[in-house]
């Protein structure tokens, strides 16, 4: 137990001092080369703490070459932006004065909603209420928000229509029938709900609404008998 306790800290030690060496942003925000860094560091330290059979200097000698990896690469990523690119990544437009690019959405693996989450956890609830949103190289989310943005917000959109489809959810919440966004569709010229990548509505009656391929447009719609929510 004693030793176990003894090479716990040693290793502790030596993890502490690499953490530091590594820098301010390997404990913030990460680069994806850097979150593989971690993990494979937390996964040797493990080894020779619950193993006393394998020689702490190991434990040691291979934390201390992830290290020296992560300084290599670290100093490609300074000065070599091609290798930068391509370990790091670049950050992704995902809207622009036109709307929602849905080709960087899927090359990033989100949808719609995701967008829409990100969106909402930084204080924007509407889908116009920005000019430019991006994913950072590490996952971050940033946006440049409309001038009177605030003046956007009065109700809380609801994703009516998420890629092609009507969300049931959304839908019965606001008390209206499919037909009645049909109708909203037909109105505005879009012939097949599978062409619409967005459309969202709130309770007083402004809609956003985009097909894919295309710019997005805002306008309002009343809704039967005055309805609001």
Known sequence: MVLVTIRTAIIFAVLLIIMRLMGKRQIGEMQPFELVITLLIAELACIPM????????????????????????????????????????????????????????????LDVSDLIESLRSAGYFSLDAVDYALYEANGTFSALPRENYEKMQTSLPLVIIDNGKYDK?????????????????????????????????????????????????????????????
């Open 169 to 229: 959810k959304n839908l019965a919440l606001t008390g209206l029938g499919k037909e009645f966004f049909d109708g909203i569709l037909r109105e505005w010229g879009v012939k097949n709900v599978k062409r619409v990548l967005v459309l969202t509505a709130d309770g007083t009656g402004k809609m956003y609404l985009q097909e894919k391929g295309e710019k997005f447009r805002t306008f309002k719609a009343e809704y039967p008998g005055g309805k609001t929510w």
């Open 50 to 109: 619950a193993d006393s059979s394998v020689p702490l200097l190991y434990g040691v000698v291979s934390v201390v070459a992830i290290f020296v990896l992560h300084e290599i690469f670290s100093l490609f990523d300074l000065k070599m932006k091609p290798v930068k690119a391509l370990v790091s990544g670049k950050p992704s437009l995902v809207v622009n004065k036109n709307g929602i690019d849905d080709y960087q959405l899927k090359k990033n693996n």
